[in-house]
């Protein structure tokens, strides 16, 4: 399973794309966080929407036009710097009407340069398994010059039944393991070339 070298380290943010009462997402992002924690040399954490209370999009700079600390907003700066500071991303949503929460694409849209030259992988839920959220999500991650990883993990119903009725949600994702851990592999095998890139190009420019 471990794909990292242990002179290297990446830190990867699970990013818990909703934040409704009673949400499902919170369950299978830490659970992504246990096997994350598997790999030596890998730091993981949640970013969880409900920290980082964003208003709407209000910015006067768009994002890609923007220098370094042109923020209106405090709760928009911290999420800049904790974007920043990670080198991969997995961000789990469910599928709302086709789609991915308004709540995400909000806090996905205030970010671009932070977002730049890193893999993204995706946990989706909800009709066929969250398919159609993870292919709209995939299309936005390319335009933020990101790297999508091929293998997501489209969750079956047993895990949400289970947390709708109080069941075990735990054994339910359990059984989704083989499938998080190959999309794991993928993305920190890019994750650590990425990042050799990115401190390669910022020390040529010095």
């Known amino acids: 399973m471990d794909t990292m070298r242990s002179d290297t380290r990446v830190n990867v943010a699970v990013i818990v794309g ?6 499902f997402a919170e369950a299978p992002a830490r659970w992504i966080i246990e096997r994350l924690q598997e790999h030596p040399g890998v730091e993981a954490r949640l970013l969880d929407l409900r920290d980082h209370r964003l208003p709407y999009f209000e ?3 768009i994002p890609a036009a923007r220098g370094d600390d042109q923020f209106e ?3 928009v700066r911290r999420w800049s710097e904790a974007i920043d500071g990670s080198d991969a991303f997995v961000i789990v949503s469910p599928e709302y009407n086709h789609g991915y929460p308004g709540v995400l694409k909000n806090a996905i849209d205030y970010l671009y340069r932070e977002w730049n030259r890193k893999p993204v992988a995706f946990v989706g839920y909800g009709g066929v398994g969250g398919a159609r959220v993870i292919q709209q999500l995939r299309q936005v991650a390319v335009e933020l010059q990101m790297v999508p990883v091929r293998t997501a993990v489209h969750l079956p119903l047993p895990p949400l039944i289970a947390h709708i009725n109080g069941g075990d949600v735990r054994e339910e994702l359990a059984k989704e393991n083989a499938r998080a851990d190959q999309m794991l592999d993928d ?3 890019w994750a650590q070339a990425l990042k050799h890139q990115r401190e390669a190009s910022l020390a040529a420019v010095r």
Not at 18 to 23: E, G, I, L
């Open 187 to 189: 993305l920190l095998w």
């Open 18 to 23: 909703s934040t409704r009462p009673n949400r």
């Open 73 to 75: 907003h405090e709760a």
């Open 59 to 61: 910015e006067t700079v």
